[in-house]
């Protein structure tokens, strides 16, 4: 590969789910503990972000954006542990808050939404974790279906709720749970918006890469792109095998999320984090940490990011 990467937006704190709107030509994201969102149009070249407050509530972390699909400027984010609709147009304050549906919790409100994805049908799928971070290794996470926004728990002890991909005729899903070190592969009902038969993909630790997985996409040819947190690249997988077929190496340590997009769906953005909060591993000199990356030349072409289908929900 002769790859061209550059840095394409201003860097934040830990910008997550990366995600390419079709209809919009714009890339979507989040800088989750700065409860911002943000919108970058390749086209333009020109960058927005705001900051998410629900009126009447405490600032909660914003773990994802999705496009709503058929309805202009209304998203679906995570708010803390609720999910909620909004209305935004790129440029101005978001508006018209609305709390569509809540995690399933302990009753101790300890955890909160992570990376979540729409199926290619447009059922959202998204996952937790502890809000406290020394609690995280005691697994308090879950990962969820909202089929019609009705909370369906599908897996119990996660980590770290991150990646998910789906291949194109849905029958498959990816899933990471990054303190698992492992991309791990499942059959997918679209009807029931379940997951079944749990196997390993890709075994970061066998392969000898010290990384967590983070998050992930898939590409026309049905392989798959993780994000490596504390490991500074990009794998590139086939997960019909379970070999890596490909690294693209990145000048910061935490990358925290792919998607591809750009008109041709040819150019691979990548989020990354400068974790200020937590100030872990970020050099001084590090300026490219917690930037948005554009990598064109990877040789492989996407595939959109799947809006919200909510049409059978009355949200007014
Ligand atoms: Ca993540």
Redesign the pocket.
């Known amino acids: 590969m002769s790859l061209k990467i550059t840095t394409v937006t201003p860097p934040v704190e830990l910008a ?2 990366p995600h390419w709107d079709e209809s919009t030509q714009a890339l979507y994201f989040v800088d989750i503990w700065k409860s911002t969102i943000h919108r970058y149009i390749p086209e333009s070249d020109q960058y927005t972000c705001t900051k998410i407050h629900i009126p009447g509530q405490e600032e909660k972390p914003v ?1 994802l954006i999705i496009p709503v699909k058929n309805e202009k400027n209304k998203f679906v984010i995570s708010y803390g542990a609720d999910l909620a609709l909004i209305t935004w147009d790129g440029e101005n304050d978001p508006s018209d808050y609305q709390i569509l549906a809540t995690a399933e919790q302990d009753g101790k409100n300890s955890t909160r939404f ?2 979540g994805k729409c199926s290619p049908s447009g059922v959202l799928f998204a996952g937790s974790m502890a809000v406290d971070q020394e609690k995280i290794p005691n697994n308090l996470g879950n990962f969820y279906s909202f089929k019609n926004l009705n909370s369906k728990l599908l897996l119990k002890n996660i980590g ?1 709720s ?2 998910l991909a789906w291949s194109d005729d849905e029958k498959l899903f990816y899933y990471i749970d ?1 303190l698992t070190y492992k991309v791990e592969g499942f059959d997918h009902d679209s009807n029931k918006a379940e997951i079944s038969n749990r196997r390993t993909v890709f075994d970061l630790k066998q392969n000898n890469i010290e990384a967590f997985p ?2 992930m996409t898939i590409d026309a040819d049905g392989n798959l792109w993780v994000a490596c ?1 504390e490991g500074s690249r990009v794998l590139k997988i086939n997960p019909k095998t379970g070999t890596l077929l490909d690294t693209i190496s990145l000048p910061t340590p935490n990358i ?2 792919v998607a591809f997009g750009g008109k041709n769906l040819d150019e691979l953005y990548v989020t990354s984090a400068r974790y200020e909060t937590f100030a872990r591993n970020i050099k001084e000199d590090d300026t490219a940490a917690g930037c948005v990356f554009k990598i064109i030349g990877t040789g492989s072409k996407g595939i959109a990011g799947a809006s919200i289908d909510i049409s059978n929900i009355s949200t007014h």
């Open positions: 997550e789910g773990s992570n990376d770290i991150n990646g990054s983070d998050g947190y925290t999320s």
